[in-house]
């Protein structure tokens, strides 16, 4: 058996997280045409017959113009710190380009052999002695691949990659190629994680990255990058979870825009963020978002902190069970413009409160002890996956029908599988079509 981390690392926007759904076959982490999606690193887990890859997908790097900027380029630096492999990322845009659209090139623009500058760097943060694979994504975008070959050369004489291979991670059968690829050129040692591993992130994890997707999404190229997720109260009822979030922005008029016409843009956000929160845990989800403006905050570290971007955990300020879904949000820094808005899919009865690390979804045992480390590299069977607010998500909680009997994927698995149709979207039945409630918002 082979294992091991490999970071996926590259500038913003060239795939690197499509692409770790894609080897995950489950749509785990947050995708968007806009730069700088990623913020975090996020562990994702592959266990083949062979092999067991533990990627770790990176924001992208890019020329920081804020503290979190600065933060964000750290993380990816960090990953590869810790990784056996470097699976490096570039697209075809510069090759597809027209000319008023060309990013910056290292190299004679119109040349056959300029490269992206961005690109350049990149490979210029990776430790020399990490091996490398170079990964041309989006080739589906190019009709004429010989326009290709320049790039490829100009690659290799930059760097001694193990491999340079143009593909598209939308394509299944390429990301099976590279996946075995990866899974060769690791260590021959013991697999890490648990196979039924799917991250280590725990659930209010991705409720922070699920609302922010659905802003990166459904707003315009300003806001999205003003506007950070905080958790505020979670509270475990069973088959329904619930999770009260801010919606952090940097200006007033941002909050105008997030909000929308009369609470319709932040309403349709809330349903798009609970459905995908509840194909991904296999429960009902009450998801209720308030927006609050917080001056400068990517700017300032005490702010980042406090909205998880403090370089440890990135997992927001989590209730603990002396929370109840009524109570009023912990005032965080910033001017208080706040707007609640709700969405669920129910929200009747009594309500338990979550404890502290409520990932994990009580349908299984838990596997792990519940308490541990919050760095998602290197952690052997018997420590648990866990950062502070709770263990990660395994496959079958994610999504039992993506995980074989043996909890191992094959080495020839089935394509990237689609939202479980038995769960979630549940508004799709007319009954449960969302009706305004008495507070704005969507229930
Ligand atoms: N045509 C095509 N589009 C792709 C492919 N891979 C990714 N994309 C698109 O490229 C855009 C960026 O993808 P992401 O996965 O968010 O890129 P990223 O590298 O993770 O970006 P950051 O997190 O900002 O660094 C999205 O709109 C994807 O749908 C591909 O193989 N072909
Ligand atoms: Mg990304």
């Known amino acids: 058996m082979r294992s091991g981390n490999v970071a996926i690392v590259g500038r913003t926007n060239v795939g690197k997280s499509t692409f770790l759904n894609a080897a995950l076959g489950e749509p785990l982490a947050i995708t968007s045409p806009l730069p700088q999606t990623t913020r975090d690193a996020l562990l994702g887990v592959v266990t083949l017959a062979s092999a067991q890859i533990a990627f770790i997908d990176t924001p992208g790097l890019h020329r920081p113009r804020t503290e979190l900027g600065r933060r964000m380029n750290a993380a990816a630096i960090d990953a590869l710190r810790n990784a056996d492999l470097a699976l490096v990322m570039t697209d075809t845009h510069h090759v597809v380009a027209s000319t008023k659209e060309l990013p910056a090139l290292a190299g004679a623009a119109g040349s056959e052999l300029a490269l992206p500058e961005a690109d350049v760097r990149v490979i210029e943060e990776l430790p020399p002695d990490l091996p490398a694979i170079l990964l041309i994504n989006k080739v589906d975008r190019c009709t004429d691949k010989r326009r290709l070959l320049p790039t490829i050369e100009r690659f290799a004489s930059l760097r001694d990659f193990a491999a340079i291979v143009p593909a598209s991670a939308i394509h299944p059968a390429d990301v099976e190629r590279i996946l075995s690829m990866l899974g060769t050129a690791l260590p021959e040692r013991p697999p890490t994680y648990d196979p039924e591993t799917l991250t280590d992130r725990p659930t209010l994890y991705f409720v922070r990255e699920y609302v922010r997707e659905q802003v990166l999404r459904q707003t315009g ?8 997720v905080t958790v505020e109260a979670a509270i475990d009822r069973g088959d329904l979870l619930i999770v009260k979030t801010t919606i952090h922005v940097e200006k007033p008029g941002q909050r105008g825009i997030l909000l929308g016409a009369r609470g319709s843009r932040l309403r349709e956000i809330g349903t798009a963020a609970r459905e995908r929160l509840e194909t991904l845990l296999g429960r009902r989800v009450y998801l209720e978002l308030f927006v609050r403006v917080t001056p400068s905050w990517r700017h300032v570290p005490r702010q980042l902190a406090e909205l998880g971007y403090d370089g440890r955990d990135t997992v927001g300020r989590v209730s ?13 820094p910033g001017q208080d413009h706040g707007t609640t808005m709700s969405t669920t899919t129910s929200s009747s009865g009594a309500a338990a409160p979550l404890q502290p690390g409520p990932s994990k979804m009580p349908r299984k045992p838990p596997t792990r002890p519940t308490k541990g480390p919050h760095r998602c ?3 052997p069977h018997d420590q648990p996956s866990t950062t502070r607010d709770g263990p ?31 769960r979630g979207h549940r508004d799709d039945h007319p009954a449960r079509r969302p009706r305004r409630s008495r507070r704005g918002g969507v229930r």
């Open 377 to 379: 590299v290197r952690r």
């Open 320 to 332: 603990t069970s002396r929370d109840s879904p009524s109570a009023p949000a912990p005032a965080p």
């Open 392 to 422: 990660g998500i395994d496959r079958a909680a994610a999504s039992p029908t993506r995980s074989d009997a043996g909890g191992q994927r094959k080495a020839g698995r089935t394509p990237p599988a689609r939202p479980n149709p038995n």
């Open 221 to 228: 190229r300003e806001v999205p990058h003003a506007v950070a």
